[in-house]
């Protein structure tokens, strides 16, 4: 539908868009009559209103969207600009006034909104269409609270008949009157000074009295939900029960109805003198309250509630619950009791007995016996359990239980999944693999309790080669900080997450784990319900309750080796030819070479002990179809081969499929897709599994015995291969394919774990970008495909650097050892050394030399003025360090507007031509694309370009650019599917243009249709331009491929755009060498004196004296410190988290050796300060010592102010250079720092913006 939608656009001229409100909400439609809304690009809000359900398209290309959807849009990230767009009136400023009618006991009790209210004045009436408030010619549209008010208040006044009742206007009157309140809305004098309650349950509280002859004396003291302060002053004024209390309070009078089944309780309490009861009526109320207090008793007292009063009072009794374990199926993996001295929340002592079958069985029958007798009490291994009225449902509960564990027959057995000889001889054991990071809870002051304001929530984690563990403390900033990082991981697929302020990346699950421990914690000391012991006591059994392959992990020393042999085989110079390749289908010279070194290696198995290959081809020189050709050689030469494995993300598993058809012949290479839906049949029954699997070890995932069946590929995710680990590990594979390869580079993620577990003769790992950001990429691959081969991983990343990195020829010699060592089993090629028929890629440079605009050179003016004023307290300046000003001229050479007006507005074609020199060479260049009929992608991250992009080239060709980001739909259902678009795209003759994100151009998105490629923005990542391209330039392709990055430039001074091409080509030509990778740029590669002009340079460089540092902040003063040390020399220096820093402000390290600095600031001058500066970082030297283990530190404490006798006579002791103001202010004229080079310290990422 969205589709056709816009297609029609494409071949009919654009007529205007109008818009109609009504009281149902807006329609926008191109005929008829209606406001005119100023804007082509409406279409853009449309889809994605359509594709988010908040709109419906109708027929003849209306489109409608209810008031209700406009609201929850509005509420919607991504919608910010929607009410600007559709051009809506303003929101009033106005509140509604509410006026009731007759009583709340009456059939015609009313609410309405009377009117609309300014201040203490009434406006004058508006109609009222919808959301719309009409008076004159003034209309104005309801805030979002008012709206929610409003519509609640409507639906009040058109209940049904039977919905006109006492109870039901109390209950909406609640409601309403929360939304009124939260409205600001005025009410009359009867709905804001009287509120009615009809208590129809009482909540009984209880407190001990003092003792009188040794009897325990009760005080019952009963009330109900918003009872006034002073109802039992009032209750006990009079000697019999009222039916109804007028009880006056500040906010007005509170009038309580008292209901005849309440009236029965009250009066039996009122009978007890003094509300008191003692001795063994005592003890009779507390065992059954509804024997004493009558019979209508059941129905007005909650027993949950009394409960919870008797625990209050500390009135405790033993009572039990059945505690069953259960899996997603219902099986009851294991049965117990929970024993509790109290009920309710945070029971005051409990303790769970776990039973065995036979203890099961002896326990039912003792507890169907007492039940037929009548029994109240049921003595049970030292136990007095109450017998209550849930204890037959109890009963039946554990007899369910028992009879289901009685019919349970084993398919998958615990000695079977205990024999390591099925393993890989990669794995050690089964086990509990204890997590590198745990949550902990703690006080800050031991003498005090558990209250929110005393918690201090920790995360532990024991560096390798230690035994003595180190938490670090999490703030509320930092848990949220670790929420918004679980988000981003889980949404961007990835296992791991990078912690700033822990040692090494968390895996996904385990911050999960210690996120959701925290919230538990945090939630259950806010309400007073937190038992330390019993939490302590379920995380142990939370970890220890689910065991899994150990595997030799080879981290710190080589525990696993599949050491090779050096003097392998020559190459063969041909391959030997699959005969079950598709004859309509011939391998290309550069796949014939690729599969004649996979057959090769395979083959050199046993005499050479080659375990595998790292195939990283260029992206689009068919990887896939070399896999494939190897396979099926394979299959043919050994009829009896094990089954081949092949791990991959879903997208890229259904290309295998589809390849797979394509190129082998039917029926040779059986496929078993062993993922998502297709697992169920293949799974094993939860009761058909050895009863000690799931209890002692908690695995309760497995797939049914032989089920690869007669597959010869098995095609699975990551995630499945982690999540069925046992069965996966289980099974002798003859080949296994890790494609995307890029997911098992992390030794600490699960799915790395799972991938090196399984039973595999030969592994390849298929990426194209070997090395990412470190070399530790690289030893992971090897450690996967032959382990031992690079050694240990802490001993690789001491002794090999990125050629880039190499400072000096012993290390350089060391890149050329690597280089080496990992040569035999490494294959990469680029389109440039091998891909001789695919046609010539053209990089055009006209398009780097945009002259920048008049208005562009205002705007970065104005922004550079704004930014030197950024120290003024005074002054008002959007730009809070230089990543904002970067961030923004980055913007304005793409799109000139004034800061913080993100909105695309449409201005005059002609007008934006003029300061946006991007679009005009782009519309120019779209034109003689056009007269050439050929197609063009145009790459660009930022929503509100790709919106005005889509609008002038509309305006300009009536041609309707799609707009495809990465979290379109991709499912094939979908009519509106990012694939089913690009199909159409591509299908469609002629000319056309396709706008892409940047991260839409991931797995499977591959558009040789076009031969134009335009990077109207740029990436932080130049890797991740190339993969955009090759979406366009990969086989396939039958012309010519155009490559255009746009760089707007001037003739006295080097743009920001400049200089990111700059940065980005260099990155590029580093990467040619596979081993420096190519990793994001950081906001450290830019310098803002680079990117301005040189008259600014000077004024913008603040140079820091002894007096600014005098007036520093201690965030600004850590940054000056790590400026002061690495102009001394320090190749690496970092200031630490704030709240983290294990007592050290900045790390400075040059070689193997490096200064622990301490800073401390004073504002008042002459202050001497004592020796904490010396405590804080002698503690924390152990700290970074093992962070840093080969590094021999030096120790500073540095102060804008001096240090007192005392902390120089323990400097001295310890070892700490105390460098003072005097020495600091000679440092600083040694070492000339200005504000920008310690604010490129301080602000390391571009997240920090903001």
């Known amino acids: 539908m969205v589709f056709s939608f816009f297609k029609k656009a494409h071949t009919e001229p654009a007529e205007p868009w109008r818009r109609q409100l009504s009281d149902k909400g807006v329609v926008i439609h191109r005929s008829g009559e209606g406001t005119l809304l100023a804007g082509e690009m409406l279409p853009a809000y449309l889809a994605q209103l359509i594709d988010d359900g908040f709109a419906n398209q109708e027929p003849n290309d209306e489109v409608s969207i209810s008031w209700n959807s406009i609201y929850e849009a509005l509420r919607s990230p991504g919608y910010d600009e929607l009410a600007e767009v559709l051009e809506f009136p303003p929101f009033t400023s106005c509140v509604p006034a509410l006026e009731s009618r007759n009583s709340l006991t009456d059939d015609d009790f009313s609410i309405a909104v009377s009117g609309w209210r300014s201040g203490q004045h009434f406006v004058e009436q508006p109609e009222v269409l919808g959301a719309l408030l009409v008076r004159d010619d003034q209309t104005e549209l309801m805030r979002p609270e008012h709206w929610e ?3 609640e208040v409507v639906a009040f006044s058109r209940r049904a008949p039977d919905q006109r009742n006492e109870k039901v206007h109390r209950q909406t009157w609640g409601r309403i009157r929360s939304l009124a309140l939260k409205a600001g809305a005025k009410l009359d004098d009867f709905l804001h000074r009287s509120v009615v309650l009809t208590p129809e349950r009482l909540d009984i509280g209880l407190r001990k009295s003092a003792p009188i002859a040794d009897d325990s004396v009760i005080e019952i003291e009963p009330s109900f939900a918003g009872a006034p302060p002073d109802w039992f002053e009032r209750f006990d004024s009079s000697r019999e029960v009222l039916d109804r209390y007028d009880i006056v309070t500040p906010e007005g009078i509170v009038q309580v109805l008292i209901t005849p089944q309440v009236k029965t309780v009250l009066q039996e309490v009122k009978r007890l003198p003094l509300r008191r009861v003692a001795g063994s009526r005592a003890q009779a109320f507390i065992l059954n309250p509804f024997a004493t207090l009558g019979p209508d008793a ?78 109240q009490l049921l003595g049970w291994n030292g136990y007095d359990l109450e017998l209550q009225g849930e204890t037959p449902s109890h009963l039946a509960e554990l007899q369910a239980a028992l009879e289901q564990r009685r019919k349970s027959e084993s398919m998958v057995s615990y000695a079977q999944v205990h024999d390591l000889s099925a393993y890989s001889s990669r794995i050690e054991g089964i086990g509990v693999e204890k997590p590198y990071y745990s949550p902990y809870i703690t006080k800050k002051k031991d003498d005090e309790g558990w209250f929110p304001e005393n918690v201090l929530p920790l995360i532990a984690y024991t560096p390798e080669g230690d035994t003595e563990p180190i938490a670090v403390p999490a703030t509320k900033d930092a848990l949220e900080k670790l929420r918004e990082a679980i988000t981003k991981a889980e949404a961007a697929g990835q296992d791991t997450l990078e912690v700033p302020w822990l040692p090494k990346p968390m895996p996904l699950e385990e911050a999960k784990d210690i996120a959701g421990t925290f919230d538990e914690v945090l939630d259950e000391v806010k309400h007073k319900k937190f038992d330390p012991e019993r939490q302590a006591a379920e995380r142990k059994e939370k970890l220890g309750a689910k065991k899994t392959l150990i595997l030799r992990s080879n981290i710190q020393a080589v525990d696993y080796d599949e050491q090779r042999r050096e003097a392998l085989l020559a190459l063969p110079s041909e391959p030997e030819d699959p005969p079950g390749l598709s004859s309509d289908f011939t391998l290309l010279p550069h796949q014939r070479q690729g599969l004649t070194w996979l057959q090769h290696l395979y083959k050199s198995q046993a005499e050479h002990q080659v375990r595998g290959a790292v195939l990283a081809d260029d992206m689009g020189l068919g990887k896939t179809f070399q896999l494939l050709a190897f396979m099926a050689w394979l299959a043919e030469k050994d009829l009896d081969v094990a089954p081949m494995l092949v791990v991959a993300p879903v997208s890229l598993l259904e290309n295998w499929m589809e390849e797979a058809g394509k190129f082998i012949r039917p029926g040779l290479l059986p496929i078993l897709t062993a993922y998502g839906d297709s697992l169920a049949p293949l799974r094993v029954p939860r009761e058909a599994i050895d009863a000690r699997l799931r209890t002692e070890d908690g695995l309760v995932r497995f797939l049914k015995p032989g089920w690869v069946g007669k597959a010869k590929i098995v095609l699975t995710t990551y995630e499945t291969l982690r999540d069925l680990e046992f069965s996966f590990a289980a099974e002798r594979w003859s080949v ?49 495909i032959q382990p031992g081969l690079l050694g240990a991983l802490n001993d690789f990343g001491q002794r090999y650097r990125k050629p880039i990195e190499a400072r000096n020829e012993e290390e350089r010699a060391r890149v050329e050892e690597l280089r080496t060592r990992i ?58 360090n230089h990543l904002g000003l970067l961030q923004y001229l980055r913007l304005v050479c793409t799109d000139p507007r004034r800061y913080g007006l993100t909105a695309f507005k449409p201005e005059p ?10 679009l005009d060479w782009l519309l120019g260049q779209l034109q003689r694309i056009r007269d050439k009929n050929e197609k063009a992608i145009v790459f660009c991250e930022f929503r509100n370009i790709q919106r005005l992009l889509q609008h002038y080239i509309e305006q300009t060709f009536k041609v309707r650019a799609d707009i495809i980001n990465g979290d379109t739909s991709a499912a094939a259902n979908h009519t509106t599917s990012r694939q089913k678009r690009i199909k159409a795209f591509q299908e469609q003759p002629g000319f056309g243009v396709i706008i892409l994100s940047p991260v839409a151009v991931g797995f499977g998105v591959n558009i040789q249709a076009a031969n134009h490629v335009i990077h109207y923005t740029r990436t932080w990542n130049p890797a991740k331009e190339d993969q955009a391209t090759d979406r366009a330039y990969r086989i396939g392709q039958k012309k010519e491929v155009y490559v255009y990055y746009l760089v707007v430039t001037a003739d006295d001074f080097s743009t920001f755009d400049v200089k990111l091409d700059q940065l980005l080509t260099k990155k590029r030509e580093l990467a040619s060498d596979m081993l420096n990778g190519s990793g994001d ?21 603040e140079r820091v004296d002894i007096e600014f540092a005098l007036r520093m902040e201690w965030r600004h003063f850590e940054g000056l410190a790590a400026a002061l040390w690495s102009k001394r020399g320090y190749d690496l220096c970092y200031c630490t988290p704030g709240a983290k820093d294990q007592g050290v402000d900045v790390v400075a390290i040059s070689g193997d050796q490096g200064v622990l600095i301490q800073t401390k600031t004073s504002s008042n001058e002459g202050t001497k300060l004592g020796w904490e500066t010396v405590k804080d970082v002698v503690g ?37 250079l105390l460098v003072d103001q005097t020495l600091l202010s000679e440092m600083l004229s040694e070492y000339p720092i200005t504000m920008l080079e310690l604010e490129r310290l301080l602000y390391t990422d571009w997240e920090s913006v903001t």
């Not at 074609?909 to 991007?918: D, I, Q, S």
Request: proline share 5%; net charge neutral.
């Open 1081 to 1101: 740029l950081s906001p450290g590669d830019f310098d803002i004196a680079d990117v301005i002009p040189v008259g600014n340079a000077a004024d913008i460089q």
């Open 298 to 375: 059941q129905d007005v007292i909650d027993e949950g509630q009394f409960e919870k009063a008797r625990e209050r009072a500390g009135l405790q009794y033993e009572r039990f619950v059945p505690n069953i374990g259960r899996d997603a199926t219902g099986y009851p993996l294991r049965v117990g009791l929970l024993i509790e001295s109290a009920s309710a929340a945070g029971p005051a002592s409990s303790e769970t007995e776990w039973l065995t079958d036979e203890e099961l069985a002896k326990f039912v029958a003792r507890l169907e016996a007492s039940l037929a007798k009548g029994f």
């Open 823 to 880: 040569s035999p089993q490494i294959l990469r090629r680029t389109k440039a050394e091998v891909a001789k028929d695919l046609p010539q890629k053209v990089v055009v440079d006209e398009c780097r030399q945009l002259p920048l605009s008049s208005a562009q050179r205002n705007l970065y003016a104005k922004a550079i003025e704004d930014f030197k004023k950024r120290n003024d307290p005074t002054a008002s300046v959007p730009f809070k």
């Open 149 to 151: 008010l409003f519509t």
């Open 909 to 918: 074609l002609a007008e934006y031509r003029a300061k946006a020199p991007k």
């Open 736 to 784: 296994m394919v890790c494609d995307e390869a890029q997911r098992i580079k992390n030794p600490a993620a699960m799915v790395t774990r799972a991938a090196k577990k399984q039973n595999v003769g030969f592994k390849v790992a298929c990426t194209g970008t070997p090395v990412e950001n470190t070399l530790a990429d690289l030893w992971c691959l090897f450690d996967f």
């Open 1180 to 1216: 924390g030297e152990a700290f970074y010592r093992r962070r840093h283990p080969n590094v021999e530190f030096k120790k500073v404490g540095l102060t804008n102010q001096f240090f007192n006798a005392h902390a120089h006579e323990q400097a001295e002791l310890n070892d700490v």
